[in-house]
């Protein structure tokens, strides 16, 4: 569980300094683990998660984050983290 709130959390640290791309692929990592593991994030967290998943969609031209969306949900954990960090 709470390795899908650090990649929610990394989702919208990009989103907030407007890397859009960066952030569609780690939600699309975070929906993978959500869906995988039957976790779901609530509370305050759910409702920054929406927030910020909203700006990236409205960002980004929508085949651009549908790629980088799926990209993100065909991404492995170790290979997410591994992002995070850079």
Same mark, same amino acid.
């Given at each position: 569980?709470?390795?899908?709130?650090? =990649? &929610?959390?990394? $989702?919208?640290?990009?989103?907030? /300094?407007? %890397? +859009?791309?960066? #952030?569609?692929? =780690? &939600?699309?990592? $975070?929906?993978?683990?959500?869906? /995988?593991? %039957? +976790?779901?994030? #609530?509370?305050?967290?759910?409702?920054? $998660?929406?927030?910020a998943l909203a700006m990236v969609r409205a960002a980004l031209d929508?085949?651009?984050?549908?790629? $980088?969306?799926?990209?993100?949900?065909?991404?492995?954990?170790?290979?997410?983290?591994?992002?995070?960090?850079?």
């Open positions: 569980m709470f390795q899908v709130t650090r =990649l &929610f959390v990394a $989702a919208r640290l990009a989103t907030a /300094h407007q %890397q +859009y791309l960066r #952030a569609a692929t =780690l &939600f699309g990592v $975070a929906d993978q683990m959500h869906s /995988h593991i %039957q +976790y779901v994030i #609530a509370g305050p967290m759910r409702t920054l $998660a929406d927030v929508p085949a651009v984050f549908d790629e $980088a969306f799926v990209a993100g949900r065909q991404m492995r954990l170790e290979e997410a983290f591994a992002s995070i960090r850079k």
